[in-house]
């Protein structure tokens, strides 16, 4: 029989083998259960005091299972091991399990401790009531709450909508139990005040903070800074006694994300001179405003600096760094600059394969950003939005919304950004159903108080052909932005309403939305599409005196663009001669486009010739003046013309009509003979062309751009691809209902004259969306006063 001395000798060296596992590393769950099980196999049974030791161990190495198989062996444990496990199971997010032991421990065992160990659990759970309540049921038990209790229950008070009335309850709680000394319980109450915006009593409370620590000042500062109050934080910077890196950094941040970018800079100098230690914080700061302000050249300086002072960094540091400067390099047009840091990151997260891929997306590499999204070993929300609002962006309006029910059928729920990029998918192809739908599951999932959502469906009904629907849901949304009255100036300019289009820029005007660049743009199309010439003058005029915005070639090209389809040319040509820069291709498009409208072919043969100068594989350049010289009867220009875009290997898009009917899209081709139903078309179309003859429909032979007999030429104009689609709905719709066609070119005369006496014939509306702008066809008139 062993000794109690004996015991007690090998008892103390267990203890102090166990020691060794304190502080807590890697190493220390491989060490305690080496000691754990030398005990087992030399017979020792193991005191409470080191039973105690060995769960605590077990448990901060997140081995629950293990701590709770040698806490389940213990006849009656006690306290410390009950408040271990608590704390455990809360830490790992098993809270339903630390709450049922936490009510399985009998009440005269316990202590203040083992209360601030399940308040803490709900606070890191986010459980804000569970913790108040908690709380009040440990003062009804009569155990006094320590200083650590107070500081925990108010960091749960920010997971609780009526937080400012129960914080001031909690202040007049603090000062009855003689706690309102303790700075950490201080620091406590302020943060709750600053997260309530009630930042005049949180000053108040910090001026009378006797003993301010770190966390004080940084409180302080971070909450004037979330509060928008970046001048009072700067003040409270300026006057530490102490130059605290924290707070410098919540200022750098606070600013950045203010856009007061020359103040973030000015900031980050400061620190540097004075010889503030730089962290990861600031460097990310700083980083991200090169980032947003396009300060290439000084995030590269700053790069640089990283490199020299920082030889061996933390994964801690070099992490958030690397990632902020892959945004960096892409942002700045740099992509494989990002490639190259993002390939050389020791460690990487999903921030840093994101940023990539914003990147490719952005960049419009679409075939590496494919590859590099289905390498990404997971993927979030973030991940999925970027590449579909990409693709939506970019052209690519079917890949988008496939992407986007893939992403559903993986198990992400989208949020209102995603839907947004599936929306945007649908205004790109014309699928309004498909739009409808999206709309109606916004609904039912309650995002469609989404403002980027609601944008996107403002645009989506717009260039779908229900600007009705658009306007209505543009007056109904909770809150708007510039690019909310922007989308609906869009949408009424592409529709004709350019009246109605000026008359909201003037709402917008009164309700204080200052115009941007996008505005004027949106303005200056309307005035083009409805012939307003004086009114879209001046507000071209308007831009920069009244708004200080220069225009770009963008909105030259508008001008122009108005000017020319008013047949203004002399005019045109002097804004082109006036223009501060060298005119580009777009330039010489429109006026060649008005050109070749009036039949200006001297003018239009010079704007040609600069055109396919600039931009020799453009197959839009060759059509237009081919086309011009068509209607001028030069048959033998028109096929030269053609000629030189054959021998320069200049392939022509091919024009295409397509409409939606049953959930699915119907593309038609000129001449089309492979659609199904392409003889039933044709059929259908011959018993409508006499009706619409007899209201005074004939068809227009000078819009067959072909060389060839009269006879054949009236069979041509039948063949067209928007004629074709547009009999395809009426066979298939249902009586009566609206018919939506889309066409990627400028749509035909002799189609646009047909469309008006078809759609008395029928007896209903026929909406063509072309690449310009909307035709609203009813009976026998078209909304676009034939001026288009």
Known sequence: MRSPEFIRTVANRYASQLQLCYPLTPASFSLAKTIHSHMVTSGFHPAGHIRNRLIDVYSKSSRIVYARHLFDKIHEPDIVSRTTLVSAYSSSGDIKTARKMFEETPFSIRDTVFYNAMITGYSRNEDGHACIELFRR???????????TFTTVLGGLAF????????????????????????????ALVSVYVNCGSVFEARKLFDEIKEKDELSWTTMVTGYVKNDELDAARELVDGMSEKLAVGWNAMISGYVHRGR?????????KMYFMGIKMDEFAYTSIISCCAHAALFHLGKQVHCYVLRTEANPTPGFSLPVNN??????????????????????????????????SGYVNAGRFDEGRLFFRKMPERNHLTWTVMISGLAQNGFGEEGLKLFNRMKSEGFQPCDYAFAGAITSCAMLGALETGRQLHAQLVRLGLDSSLSA???????????????AANVLFLTMPCVDSVSWNAMIAALGQHGHGIQALDLFEQMLGAGISPDRITFLTILSACSHAGLVK?????????????????????????????????????????????????GAAVWEALLAGCRTHGNVDLGTQAAERLIELMPQHDGSYVLLSNMYATAGRWNDAANARKLMRDRGVRKEPGCSWVEVENKVHVFL????????????????????????????????????????SDH????????SEKLAVAFALLRLPSGATVRVFKNLRICGDCHNAFKFMSKVVGREIIVRDAKRFHHFRDCECSCADYW
């Not at 831009?543 to 002399?570: N, S």
């Open 454 to 468: 609601g944008n996107a469906l403002i645009t989506m009904y717009g260039r779908c052909g229900v600007v009705e």
């Open 713 to 720: 030429k009236e069979r041509v104009l039948s063949a067209h």
């Open 324 to 357: 902020a400067l892959v945004t960096l390099y892409w942002k700045c047009d740099k992509v494989d600059w990002a490639r190259r840091i993002f390939d050389n990151m020791p460690v990487k997260d999903l921030v840093s394969w994101n940023a990539i891929l």
């Open 535 to 583: 009114e879209g003058q001046y507000y071209f005029n308007s831009m920069h005196r009244l708004y200080g915005i220069t225009p770009g070639e963008d909105h030259y090209v508008r001008l122009i663009d108005l000017l020319c389809r008013a047949g203004k040319f002399l005019e045109a040509k002097d804004v082109i001669s006036s223009m501060p820069f060298e005119p």
């Open 261 to 269: 970018y020359e103040e973030a800079l000015d900031m980050f100098r």
């Open 138 to 148: 440990m003062l009804r038990d009569e155990f006094r709450p320590d200083d650590f």
């Open 160 to 187: 609780v909508v009526n937080r400012a009335m129960l914080g001031k309850q909690f202040h007049c709680v603090v000062l009855k139990s003689g706690a309102g000394f303790v700075t950490s319980v201080l620091n």
């Open 670 to 709: 000129v001449d089309d003979t492979v659609h199904p139903e392409v003889q039933a078309i044709y059929n259908y179309l011959n018993k409508l062309v006499p009706e619409m003859r007899r209201l005074g429909y004939v068809p227009d032979t000078k819009f067959v751009l072909q060389d060839i007999e």
